[in-house]
């Protein structure tokens, strides 16, 4: 896989996969992602997240000629995660983000990136959670909209609200109601407004992506002279990875 810097490429998984899939991808695991896989009280749960940072794996070990079990990866003090010795670190900026049955990854080069997924339950999209953690401008669009377009804008704004934080790599230290971001149907996702004024608002650019149904999500990406590209990881190693453009949404 090559990535030039107006490249951003989204990868779109399965966590569903086949006991054997997922002792190979555990395999691949590094001492401190394993014993991370053990405090997970259910068993589905566990093998979601060896799949998820498996994946993980064999998609930059794709882009850096490397086997996956060598990456290496560093955490900042919010938990990002970046690579840390394999050669390439410099350039390659990633993302990744999982919920209920489906991961997605973000890669690029040499400009930051967040990416954000989340099952629409019906009981998350609620009136309270949005005004704790929601703008008052955000909240304000959210009520005056009809009932039935409620959930769908709610997690319109929480996936860009998640992504956006993501890329900035200051996870909840940045709280969610310092900014806002665009939410009613049929709008382009954008950010709107954030601390730091119009400058920094207009340094970022948001994409929202459907990658599947009942799913959210959305990408934040620093800039705006980029293409996305979506990819699908087949679940069986036997299998290529497929091109695909499903994932972009019209907004």
Wanted: aromatic content about 12%; hydrophobic content about 40%.
């Amino acid at each position: 896989m090559t990535l030039s810097s107006h490249d951003v490429h989204v990868w779109r998984t399965s966590l569903e996969l086949s006991a054997e899939h997922v002792q190979r991808l555990r395999q691949t695991l590094a001492a401190d992602e394993i014993a991370r896989a053990e405090r997970f009280y259910f068993e589905r749960d566990r093998q979601h997240f060896i799949v998820a940072r498996g994946v993980l794996r064999m998609i930059l070990s794709r882009y850096l000629g490397l086997d996956p079990s060598q990456l290496e990866f560093s955490y900042s003090s919010y938990g990002k995660p970046a690579l840390a010795t394999s050669p390439g670190k410099d350039w390659l900026r990633f993302n990744l983000s999982h919920s209920h049955e489906l991961a997605l990854y973000a890669i690029t080069y040499g400009r930051a990136v967040g990416i954000d997924i989340e099952y629409m339950r019906d009981k998350v999209s609620s009136e309270a959670i949005a005004e704790h953690y929601f703008s008052p401008r955000e909240v304000a669009e959210l009520r005056a909209l009809p009932v039935y377009s409620q959930r769908d804008a709610f997690f319109a704004c929480w996936t860009r609200k998640e992504a956006y934080i993501k890329a900035r790599g200051e996870g909840l230290s940045f709280p969610l109601d310092y900014f806002d971001v665009s939410l009613v149907p049929g709008e382009p996702a954008a950010l709107l407004r954030t601390l730091g004024g119009p400058h920094e608002a207009s340094r970022w650019s948001l994409q929202a992506l459907t990658p599947g149904m009942g799913y959210a999500a959305a990408l934040a990406v620093e800039g705006h002279d980029w293409r996305l590209s979506c990819w699908q990881c087949a679940p069986s190693w036997s299998e290529s990875l497929d091109p695909s453009r499903s994932m972009l949404s019209g907004s």
